[in-house]
C-alpha cells in the first residue's frame, strides 16, 4: 500500500506551520484534514454563511489537488461553534454535497481558532 501526504503547503493563524498534513491518501481513500474559513493565514471576515463557503472551498481544493472530487466524499464531520447556526450552515453545505451526499455528523464544539465552522472530510476513489 502507497501512502501520500499533502502537505500543510500553507501556514496557520499567527503564520506558524500546521504539524499535520492537509490530506492523506492510502489505497484510494483520501482523509482530509479539518478546514475551517482560513485565506493566507488569517479566517476570513464574515457570518456563517461566507465562513461555510469558505471552508468547503478550502476542502474543495484540497479534494482537488489529489485527483477527487465532492462525488468521492463518504463522510464529513462538522463542528460549529453556535448551534443557531445550523441551518443556515446547511443551506450553503447542500450547495455543495445536494447531488452527492455523504454521511455526516455535525456537533457543537469550541473552536480552536476564532471560526464559526470547521469541516473534514473521507473520500473514495476506486481509480486512485
Known sequence: MTVRRYGSGQSGAGGQGLPFARAVEADGWLHVSGQVAMDNGEIIQGGIVEQTHKA???L???LHEAGY???HVV???VWLDDPRDFWSFNKVYQQYFGEHPPAR????SSMMVDCKVEIDCI???PSK
Not at 455528523?105 to 457543537?108: F, I, N, S, T
Open 56 to 58: 468547503i472551498a478550502n
Open 60 to 62: 474543495i481544493a484540497i
Open 69 to 71: 472530487g465532492v462525488e
Open 75 to 77: 463522510r464529513c464531520g
Open 105 to 108: 455528523a455535525c456537533v457543537q
Open 123 to 125: 473520500a473514495y476513489n
